[in-house]
C-alpha cells in the first residue's frame, strides 16, 4: 500500500499547490482592497500602467489594486460583449463602445460630460521610412504611381476606418465635393500593398520593411520612434482628429471606485501621462508632449457622425468602400451571421 | 524513440474460468462499464460536445449560408492555400522523412543521438516559438539575405518546420525492426542499392510512411502560430485557414468561423479514412 | 558513396530547416549578454504569465493522465463495444487547428451560452480566465498519455494481472502494485510529452484567453505581446526560456524511453 499511498499523496499534494497558486493569482476581494478590471487596447498598456501607479499614490486611488487586459480595440471590445469582466473600458474608437451600450453594458450616459467621453485624441497621419526618401508628405503623394502604401483592413479593424475618413474627409473638403474624396479613395486602395487584420498589425508590417509609407495613427508612429524603430511621419494639413473612448461598465462590482478611476483620468497629472506617451490631451495645459494642430482639422461629426459614415461607406454590402474593396477581390466579411445580432 | 504511434486494436483477450472467477468477472464488467461512462463524459465535455457545437452553429443559417461563408473570397484562397500546401508538405516529409529515419537507423556519425533528440523540437516547440524563429532566419533581416515574409515560400518552409518528426518517427521503429536478411541475399544476388530499397525495403515501410504522411497532412492543414508571423496573413495569397477562423471569430462573425472550421475539419477527416484505407492495403500487401 | 550522400541531405536540410533557426534565436537572444536576458525573465509580468502557464499546465497533466491511465486500460483490457470508435475519438484532437479549439469551447463555455450561462449563474467564469484555458490545453494534449501506455499496456500482457487476482488480490491492489508499475517509464513518458504540449500551446489559448496580464496570460501570449510591443529582448528571452524547457523535456522523455526499453530487454 505505501507505494499508492505515495501516489495519492503527491496528486493530493500537486492539486492543492495548483489550487494554492489558482487562488494567490486570483483576485482577492476582502473587503479592504478593491480590484478594479481595466479592459483597454494595446498602445496605451504603457500609459495605463504609469497612470495607475499615479492614481494608487492618491487618498481616491489607494489600496484599489488593478488587473489590465490589452488587444485590439475590437477584439477587446466583442471579449467584453462575450463576457470578459471589465469595471473600466478603454477603446480606440466609440462604436466599440457604442457595442457594448447595444449590449447594455454600459449605460448610454457615458458620454454625457463635457469632454463626451473622450479621454484622448490623436490625429491620422502619413507615416514614412526615416528621412522620407521618397518624399511622401501629403494625401496626393500616396496615390502617386509606384508607391506602396500599408494600411489595415477596415473591415476587420475597426480603427483602419479612421484612415479610410480622415482620406476622404481631407480630399473631399470634409464632404463637400464627394465625387472627389470617392475618386481618391478609388485610386488609393490599389495602392495599398497588405491589408493588415489591425492597426498594430499594420505597424508590424510597415516596421517589418514592407511598403513605402503607412497611414497611422499619430501615437502609434510615436510609439513606434519611442521604440527606437526608423520611422517618421508627417501631419497632413487636412486630417481628422481620431478620439479615443473610455467608460465604466454598468455591472462593475465597484462602480464609486471605478467612477474615482475614470474621473482621475481627466486630471492634468494622468493628461500629462497620456501626452508624454504621444496621445493628445483633452485637458488643456496638462504639460508633457506638445503637439501642433493641423489646419484643416475636422471630425467625424463634420462627416456625418459614425453611425451614418459606417452605413454609407463601410456596409459590407452597399457600402462606397466595400465595392472597392470587391473590385480588388479582397473580402469585406462574409454575410452577416444569423445569431450575431442576438448578441447586439 | 516513438512520438506518436497508432495505437492497434487488440483482440478480446478469454480469461480461464474458475469458481472464484464468476463473481470478480462481474465486478470488473462493473468497474469497466463505469469506466467507459466516465470517459465518455470526459471525452464528451472537452471534445464532442464542443466539436458538435461548431458543426451545428455553422448550418444554423442553412446549407446557402454556410457555402456563402465557406467560398467568400479569402476564405476560399485560404482553403486553396492550406490543402496545396499541406498536400506538398506531406510529399516532401514522404521522402525526406524516410530518408532522415535511414540515415539515423543505418548510418553512424559523431552527434547522431543529439540529431535524433531534436528531431522532435518542432513537436515539443510553442508554435509563436517556431514562428519567432522561422521570421529570424527566413524573414526581412535575415543573415542569409533571403527574404520570405509575406510570401507562399515562408508559409511552405514554416509547414515544413512543425511536420518536420511525423514521417521520421512513424519510420523509425519499423526500419529499427527490420531484419536485414532479405536485403543481404538480394545483395549477394547483385541487387544494386537503390533496387534493394525499392522492392524489399520500401513496400515494409509504406505503411508507416503513409501513416506519417497523413500525420503531417493534418498537422499542416491545422497549423496556425507558426505561419502567423512569416506569413504576413495576405488575404488570398498568404492566409491560410486557421488564420481565416481567426479573423472571423475577432470580427464577432462566429457562425462564419464555424462553417469554415466545419468544411476544414471534414476534409482532414476524409484524408484519414482516404489513408487509413490505402495504408491497410498496403500492410495486407506487404 | 549513396551513404555519405544521404547523410549530407539530411544534416544539410536539418541544418537550414531546425538547427539554424533555433540557434539563431538563442544567439540574438543573448547578443547584449546574460543580464538584459535575466532581467526581461524576472520582471513582474514574465514571471506572473510563466506562473499561469504553470497552472494551466498542470491541470491539464493532471487530468490528462488520469483519463490517459483510464482510457488506455479499456482500450487494452477492457471488454466493450466501439474499441476502434474510441479510439478514433481519442485521436480526434490531433486533427483540429487550434483556433478551431477555442471556437469550439466558446461556443459551449462562452457567457451567453446555455451551457456558460450556467456556469456563470452559479459563479463560475470558463471562457475569457483560467478553466477555459485548462479545458482548451487538455483538448489538444488529450491523446498523449494515452497513446504513450497503450504499446507498453498491450506487451505487458495480463499475465501477471490475472496471478495476482487467483492470489487474491483487488482490483486497486492489482492495479497499484502491478499494473502502475509495469508501465511507469511509459506513463512517464506520456506526462513529459503532455507536460511539453500543455506548456507551449498558444493558438487554443490565444482565442479563449482574455488576456489579463497576470491572470490568464500565458508564456506564449506574451510572447506574442512583447513582440508587437517591439520590445524584442523580452520576446526572445523567453522564447528562448520556452525552447529550452521543451529541449529538458525532450531529454528527459529521451531518458525514460531508454529506461523503457532497458526493461523490456530484461524480460
Redesign the interface.
Known amino acids: 500500500m505505501g507505494r499508492s499511498i505515495r501516489v495519492l499523496a503527491s496528486a493530493a499534494v500537486m492539486t492543492v499547490a495548483a489550487a494554492g497558486l489558482v487562488a494567490c493569482g486570483s483576485s482577492s476581494d476582502s473587503g479592504k482592497t478593491v480590484t478594479l478590471s481595466l479592459v483597454a487596447y494595446s498602445t496605451p498598456q504603457a500609459a495605463y500602467q504609469d497612470i495607475i501607479k499615479a492614481f494608487q499614490k492618491t487618498t481616491a486611488g489607494k489600496n484599489i489594486k488593478f488587473t489590465q487586459s490589452y488587444g485590439a480595440s475590437g477584439d477587446q471590445s466583442r471579449a467584453v460583449a462575450a463576457g470578459q469582466k471589465a469595471d473600466i473600458v478603454a477603446f480606440s474608437l466609440e462604436p466599440d463602445i457604442t457595442r457594448l451600450v447595444t449590449a447594455k453594458l454600459v449605460d448610454p450616459s457615458w458620454n454625457a460630460n463635457q469632454y463626451k467621453g473622450f479621454v484622448t485624441d490623436s490625429v491620422v497621419v502619413i507615416a514614412t521610412r526615416k528621412g522620407n526618401p521618397k518624399g511622401i508628405k501629403s494625401w496626393a503623394d500616396l496615390t502617386r504611381p509606384g508607391v506602396s502604401v500599408i494600411s489595415p483592413n477596415p473591415f476587420t479593424s475597426g480603427g483602419a476606418r479612421w484612415n479610410v475618413m480622415a482620406a476622404y474627409g481631407a480630399v473631399s473638403g470634409k464632404g463637400a465635393d464627394k465625387t472627389a474624396g470617392v475618386n481618391y479613395l478609388q485610386s488609393l486602395f490599389p495602392q495599398i500593398a497588405v491589408q493588415d487584420n489591425s492597426a498594430r498589425a499594420s505597424l508590424q508590417t510597415f516596421v517589418g520593411g514592407k511598403g513605402d509609407a503607412m497611414i497611422a495613427y499619430e501615437n502609434d508612429s510615436i510609439f513606434a520612434q519611442q521604440n527606437h524603430q526608423p520611422i517618421d511621419y508627417t501631419i497632413p494639413d487636412s486630417t481628422i482628429l481620431i478620439e479615443n473612448p473610455v467608460a465604466v461598465t454598468t455591472n462593475s462590482a465597484h462602480p464609486a471606485e471605478a467612477k474615482a478611476f475614470l474621473d482621475f483620468l481627466y486630471t492634468p497629472a494622468a493628461q500629462k501621462i497620456y501626452a508624454d506617451n504621444g496621445y493628445r490631451p483633452v485637458v488643456q495645459g496638462a504639460g508633457g508632449r506638445s503637439f501642433t494642430t493641423p489646419s484643416g482639422l475636422f471630425t467625424i461629426n463634420d462627416l456625418g457622425g459614425w453611425t451614418a459614415v459606417t452605413k454609407e461607406f463601410f456596409d459590407p454590402s452597399t457600402g462606397i468602400v466595400a465595392g472597392i474593396e470587391q473590385k480588388l477581390g479582397v473580402a469585406t466579411s462574409s454575410s452577416p451571421s444569423p445569431s450575431a445580432s442576438a448578441k447586439g | 524513440m516513438t512520438v506518436v504511434k497508432a495505437p492497434e486494436i487488440p483482440r478480446q483477450q478469454r480469461q480461464p474460468e474458475t469458481r472464484r472467477e464468476v463473481p470478480a468477472r462481474a465486478r470488473a464488467r462493473a468497474g469497466t462499464g463505469v469506466g467507459l461512462g466516465v470517459a465518455v463524459v470526459y471525452l464528451s465535455i472537452i471534445v464532442l460536445i464542443p466539436l458538435a457545437a461548431v458543426v451545428a452553429k455553422s448550418t444554423d443559417g442553412g446549407a446557402d449560408f454556410f457555402w456563402r461563408a465557406v467560398r467568400t473570397p479569402d476564405a476560399w484562397a485560404a482553403l486553396k492555400l492550406t490543402l496545396i500546401s499541406a498536400v506538398a508538405v506531406a510529399l516532401v516529409n514522404l521522402v525526406m522523412g524516410t530518408v532522415i529515419a535511414w540515415v539515423l537507423v543505418r548510418d553512424q556519425f559523431p552527434g547522431k543521438a543529439v540529431v535524433d533528440t531534436l528531431i522532435d523540437l518542432p513537436f515539443a516547440l510553442p508554435t509563436i516559438v517556431a514562428g519567432l524563429v522561422l521570421v529570424a532566419l527566413y524573414g526581412s533581416g535575415s543573415p542569409l539575405h533571403i527574404d520570405l515574409a509575406y510570401a507562399r515560400s515562408g508559409v511552405f518552409v514554416a509547414l515544413l518546420f512543425v511536420t518536420l518528426p511525423f514521417v521520421v518517427r512513424t519510420v523509425q521503429p519499423v526500419l529499427l525492426e527490420l531484419d536485414q536478411d532479405m536485403e543481404q541475399a538480394a545483395h549477394s544476388l547483385g541487387a544494386g542499392g537503390w533496387t534493394t530499397f525499392r522492392r524489399i525495403v520500401l513496400p515494409n515501410l509504406m505503411p508507416a510512411m503513409i501513416s506519417g504522411a497523413g500525420l503531417a497532412f493534418t498537422r499542416a492543414v491545422a497549423e496556425f502560430g507558426s505561419v502567423n508571423l512569416i506569413s504576413g496573413n495576405l488575404p488570398m495569397k498568404t492566409q491560410v485557414s486557421a488564420v481565416v477562423i481567426y479573423g472571423r471569430i475577432e470580427s464577432d462573425d462566429t457562425a462564419g468561423a464555424a462553417a469554415i472550421s466545419t468544411f476544414l475539419l471534414a476534409i482532414a477527416l476524409i484524408v484519414l479514412i482516404a489513408l487509413e484505407l490505402v495504408q491497410r492495403r498496403a500492410a495486407r500487401r506487404g | 558513396m ?2 555519405y550522400s ?2 549530407v ?3 544539410g ?2 541544418a537550414f ?6 540557434g ?2 538563442g544567439w ?1 537572444t543573448f547578443a547584449d549578454g546574460l543580464s538584459p536576458v535575466i532581467d526581461a525573465l524576472t520582471s513582474d509580468d514574465a514571471v ?1 504569465a510563466f ?2 502557464t ?2 494551466v499546465a ?2 491539464a497533466v ?1 487530468l490528462n493522465t488520469v ?1 490517459g491511465v ?2 488506455a ?8 463495444p466501439g ?2 470508435l ?2 478514433a ?24 451560452e446555455p451551457i ?1 450561462r450556467w456556469f ?1 449563474d452559479r459563479g463560475v ?1 470558463i ?2 480566465a ?1 478553466p477555459g484555458m485548462v ?1 482548451a490545453t ?2 489538444v494534449s ?1 491523446p498523449l498519455v ?2 504513450a501506455i ?2 507498453v499496456l ?1 506487451e505487458m500482457g ?1 499475465e501477471q494481472e ?1 496471478a495476482a ?2 492470489l487474491g488480490a483487488g ?3 492489482t492495479f ?2 502491478i499494473t ?2 509495469g508501465i511507469r517509464w511509459a506513463l512517464a513518458y506520456g506526462v513529459v ?1 503532455c507536460l ?2 500543455a ?5 487554443a489559448v ?2 479563449v484567453s ?7 496570460q500565458t ?2 501570449l506574451f ?3 512583447r ?5 524584442t529582448v523580452s ?2 528571452a523567453t ?1 528562448t526560456a ?2 529550452l524547457i ?2 529538458v ?3 528527459i ?2 531518458l525514460l ?1 531508454r529506461g523503457a526499453l532497458k526493461r523490456s530487454e530484461k524480460h
Open positions: 549513396a551513404k544521404l547523410r541531405i539530411t544534416l536540410y536539418l530547416l531546425l538547427i539554424l533557426p533555433v539563431l534565436i540574438r506572473h506562473r499561469v504553470l497552472i498542470v491541470w493532471l483519463f483510464g482510457a486500460l479499456l482500450l487494452v483490457r477492457g471488454r466493450i474499441k476502434r474510441l479510439s475519438l481519442i485521436d480526434l484532437p490531433l486533427a483540429v487547428s487550434p483556433v478551431i479549439v477555442g471556437l469550439a469551447l466558446i461556443l459551449v463555455y462562452g457567457s451567453f456558460g456563470g467564469q471562457i475569457f483560467v479545458l487538455v483538448f488529450l494515452v497513446r497503450v504499446p498491450q495480463n490475472q487476482h487467483t482490483r486497486w491492489a497499484w502494485r502502475i508499475p510529452l511539453a504540449r506548456l507551449g500551446e498558444y493558438g490565444a482565442v482574455g488576456r489579463v496580464v497576470g491572470q490568464t508564456a506564449t510572447v506574442e505581446e513582440y508587437q510591443n517591439f520590445d520576446a526572445y522564447a520556452l525552447a521543451a529541449i523535456a525532450l531529454l522523455a529521451k524511453d
